[in-house]
């Protein structure tokens, strides 16, 4: 299903990131040692929905998602585009539900929010979601809604 999805592109390896990045990484996140994947019932239904990110041989490093639906198929989507710099830095993990609002939408924003499809200023989960960035950088977070995939940028 993936190779059909993004023709190119394969799950991200450990080999992909740099001893000093995995470091950084684990030091974030000791509970989980595999940074490239998160797992989460972000719909409420029972089974655990994936996110990923898949690279190909530019470095071109996308975040995906796959969703279980009731246990009977998968919805693949693309989360985020995280570049042509590969995936060494990158994270994601499993986000708890709670009240959130944009980093963008705060008074200590570094500038203005803008408007983008499926942003939002704020945001109350009763389910997970995901948390996914890169070091010393831009942290997002994503939210099915039981409709669409949404998210809020939680740090700039």
């Known amino acids: ?33 595999c940074v490239g994947v998160a797992s989460a019932d972000v719909d409420g239904d029972g089974f655990l929905d994936y996110a990923f990110f898949l690279t ?3 470095r071109h490093t996308l975040l995906v998602t796959a969703r279980n639906v009731s246990g009977t198929s998968w919805e693949i989507s693309k989360l985020d585009d995280f570049g042509k710099d590969g995936c060494s830095g990158s994270y994601v993990e499993m986000l708890k539900p709670g009240q959130y609002r944009d980093w963008f939408d705060t008074d200590r924003a570094p500038s203005a929010y803008i408007p983008e499809p499926g942003r939002v200023r704020r945001y109350a989960s009763r389910q997970n979601g995901f948390l996914a960035g890169n070091i010393e950088s831009s942290i997002v977070a994503f939210f099915f809604n039981g409709k669409r995939w949404v998210h809020l940028w939680l740090s700039d």
């Open 56 to 58: 190909n041989k530019s």
């Open 1 to 33: 299903m993936l190779p059909k999805a993004f023709p190119g592109y394969r799950l991200a390896h450990i080999s992909d990131y740099s001893k000093a990045n995995m470091d950084l990484l684990k030091k974030r996140n000791s509970e989980d040692p």
